[in-house]
């Protein structure tokens, strides 16, 4: 059982529900994401990407990217956390918005390319196609890994 911080036990019930609202609608948006770079990829005659269930299962990665790795939660005022201060490094919670900003980025950028070239007709080259998929898929994964370590208790085994 996941539990709940005192700001989310603080809510109002409005505030609770808009909550919720927001996040199925970042992961329908990551779900679009995931559609649109498979149907480009599909467009390059790749065989992996043409059937149902491999856009289903990217259609869902990407929504499970975007849901946990676009509304992270806040970091705990924990001096455990900083990291040594060497060229400017800040804290465990920096690296994590770092991981989940630049994973957004790149599925962001993925998925721009794909729908422009759907848009214009544009054929599909397999060595782009499995580039972009790659790009989107690292993409992903980077928010996914960012809303797990966000959400993962910091404990006293760790190290600093």
């Not at 992961?27 to 289903?56: E, P």
């Not at 919670?93 to 957004?104: N, W």
């Not at 214009?120 to 370590?149: H, K, P, V």
Request: charged share 15%.
């Amino acid at each position: 059982m996941v539990k709940r911080t005192d700001a989310w036990n603080t809510r109002s019930t409005i505030s609770r529900w808009a909550h919720v609202l927001e996040r199925i609608g970042l992961a329908l948006t990551g779900g679009s994401c995931g559609l649109f770079v498979a149907a480009y990829i599909a467009r390059a005659d790749i065989d992996l990407i043409g059937s149902a269930v491999a856009v289903l299962a990217m259609m869902l990665y990407g929504a499970a990217g975007f849901y946990l790795g676009i509304d992270l939660p806040p970091a705990p005022p924990d001096h455990r956390l900083r990291l040594p201060r060497r060229h400017g490094l800040g804290s465990r919670a920096d690296v994590v918005e770092l991981l989940s900003a630049a994973g957004t980025f790149l599925a962001a950028v993925a998925t721009v390319v794909s729908v422009s070239s759907i848009v214009m007709d544009e054929t599909a080259r397999a060595s782009t196609a499995i580039l972009i998929g790659f790009g989107w898929a690292i993409g992903a994964t980077m928010q996914i890994a960012a809303g797990i370590i966000a959400r993962m208790p910091v404990g006293d085994s760790a190290t600093s």
